[in-house]
């Protein structure tokens, strides 16, 4: 069984940085890819960032594009979205997600209907 737990949120003024973490555990990760997605109140759930978890190529939605990265450490079993330039509109509740095997197409890192498992989310609050 695969468990993701989410860690690292909290209350933050607009221009600073948070570093979440996701721990991952119950399995062997080497075929997964991994993401990450927000969903603020009232909104739908949307994509943030993704990549697979032996590395390579990173996936990012055009909003966060220069301020979020996506990394693991692979012994720590572990995927971090570094955050920095933080805005209001970054407010969300933040949650990881993994895939086993995410196949050849670009288009499944960017949907969350393509991930069988997520965390129970972190709540990110930037203020003004």
């Known amino acids: 069984q695969v468990q993701l737990v989410e860690s690292g949120g909290g209350l933050v003024q607009a221009g600073g940085s948070l570093r979440l973490s996701c721990a991952a555990s119950?399995?062997?990760?080497?075929?997964?890819?991994l993401g990450w997605f927000r969903q603020a109140p009232g909104k739908e759930r949307e994509f943030v960032a993704a990549m697979r978890w032996s590395g390579g190529t990173t996936y990012y939605s055009n909003s966060v594009k220069g301020r979020f990265t996506i990394s693991t450490d692979n012994p720590k079993n572990t995927v971090y979205l570094q955050m920095n330039s933080l805005k209001p509109e970054d407010t969300a509740v933040y949650s990881c997600?993994?895939?086993?095997?995410?196949?050849?197409?670009?288009?499944?890192?960017?949907?969350?209907?393509?991930?069988?498992?997520w965390g129970q989310g972190t709540q990110v609050t930037v203020s003004s």
């Open positions: 997600a993994a895939v086993r095997r995410p196949g050849a197409s670009v288009s499944r890192y960017y949907s969350q209907w393509s991930y069988d498992y």
């Open positions: 119950g399995r062997t990760f080497s075929t997964y890819a």
